[in-house]
């Protein structure tokens, strides 16, 4: 495509929920990275995907956070067990190769109530 | 540590007058450099960026950034804004052989008739 998609632009959940936050790069970036964008916090890094692996897993705030990734495509963002302190918005951004300039997609607003 | 600061939260500018955003980075060698926009609702745009070179940067929508070594600052620049201007504003950094990027706190730009 022409840019970075995601999916769902909303999600409203329980807490105690689970969800699943989906990522789709540029076509031919290899690089993929997530973010989470709240109002006490700002923007931090999550998670960063080299092809389908992850060398960098540091920022995950917690082991309800996962990732992964695809067929060095498509990526997905996992919480398990959601609290309202999820609130935010994710952010996916891809690149041609690590360190080089990042491209954001759009968004996903998740709301748990 | 590595950081960047905005420090300036909130700026209103009049329609036509110019725009000037603050950027200061802590690193420990020359990073890269971005700024990006975020209109309500969407994702993040990337104005321009610095790698290295001339330390005046063209970027998109009329906007330039000037690189200033002594100062460690990344200062944004408009001659003439215009009302789709407003926006907040993203500073961002990575050093070379790193991935994440480090985001300053943003900074809201306000056009007022």
């Known amino acids: 495509g022409a840019g970075v998609s995601q999916s769902p632009s909303n999600k409203v959940t329980e807490k105690g929920k689970d969800v699943e936050l989906r990522c789709d790069p540029i076509s031919g970036h290899t690089a993929l990275y997530w973010y989470r964008q709240s109002l006490g916090q700002g923007l931090e890094f999550l998670i960063y995907f080299q092809g389908n692996s992850a060398p960098d897993k540091s920022g995950l705030p917690s082991d309800r956070f996962s990732a992964e990734r695809t067929g060095g495509s498509v990526s997905t963002l996992t919480i398990q067990r959601t609290q309202q302190e999820d609130s935010a918005v994710y952010l996916c951004?891809?690149?041609?190769?690590?360190?080089?300039?990042?491209?954001f997609g759009p968004g996903t607003r998740l709301t748990v109530l | 540590a590595q950081s960047v600061t905005q420090p300036d939260i909130h700026i209103t500018v009049s329609e036509g007058a110019s725009l000037e955003l603050r950027c200061n980075y802590s690193y420990g060698a020359t990073p890269y450099l971005f700024w990006y926009v975020q209109s309500p609702g969407q994702g993040l745009q990337l104005l321009l960026k610095?790698?290295?070179?001339?330390?005046l940067v063209q970027g998109i929508k009329g906007f330039e950034a000037e690189f200033k070594r002594s100062q460690s600052s990344f200062n944004l620049r408009k001659p003439s804004v215009h009302w789709s201007d407003a926006a907040e504003y993203f500073c961002a950094a990575t050093s070379g052989n790193d991935y994440k990027l480090s985001f300053g706190a943003g900074t809201t730009v306000t056009v007022r008739a």
């Open positions: 610095y790698f290295s070179g001339d330390t």
């Open positions: 951004a891809s690149s041609s190769q690590g360190a080089d300039t990042q491209y």
